[in-house]
Structures are given as structure tokens and as C-alpha cells.
């Protein structure tokens, strides 16, 4: 089966908006594919604001999230793999949805050190 993640993603986002508060997307910038202004990102990690007031463009596809923002005053191209996608959130109450490190397809079917089968993706809720 596909992946679950970007369909709760885009849920996420409409339940937010819904509700009258701002989404929020935490994204690991580790991964080359990942395209942010330089200086914007801490630890390795940036949040993204995804305010429809905020952000022109909105793209989100199940291969990925990306739109065009304001940083300092100059017009920018966002672009964030799914897999880079480390939580979605209410900036307001931190309600959301918090998601694990994703491995590649390779390391899926290989066993951990101890000869298990690797874990599974998990999903864990943001109170």
C-alpha cells in the first residue's frame, strides 16, 4: 500500500483551517531535495507557516509540499519531499500530528542488527 502520510497531511491541513487556526509543518532539511531560504532552518529542522495568508501557490501532492512565501521581503520557492514532513500542527494549540523518521524503500526490506524485521511507520498524536 502507498503511504498513508500525505493523505493525513492534507487532512490535517483542512481541519486546522477549519478551525480557525494556523497550520504549521515541522520539516527535517537534511534531505537534498528539501528547497528553504538559507538561514531559515535550526538543528537541521525549520517550521513552515501554511496560512493561506501567508503563502501563494499551495501544492500538496503525495510526493511532496511545496508553495511560494515572503522571506525577509523577497519572494521564495519552498519545496518539501513528504518524507521530509516531520509534523503538521496548530500553531495555536499544538494540535495535530507528529510523524517518525522515514527510511529508504532499500532499508524497508532489510533486518535491524538483532535480525528482526524492521518497524513499521508508526503515527503519533500532538496534544
Known sequence: MTSSKPYLVRALYEWILDNDNTPYILVDISSDQV???????SDGKVVLNLA????????????????????????????CPITSLMA????????????PGEESDADDDQPDENNKPAKGPT???IK
Do not use: K
Request: proline share 4%; hydrophobic share 45%.
Open 35 to 41: 528547497i528553504i531560504p538559507s538561514g531559515i532552518a
Open 52 to 79: 493561506p495568508s501567508a503563502i501563494q501557490h499551495l501544492e500538496m501532492t503525495n510526493q511532496h509540499v511545496s508553495f511560494s512565501a515572503r522571506f525577509s521581503g523577497v519572494a521564495e520557492n519552498i519545496y
Open 88 to 99: 503538521i500542527y496548530a500553531r495555536e494549540n499544538g494540535e495535530g500530528m507528529m510523524f
Open 123 to 125: 503515527l503519533t498524536v
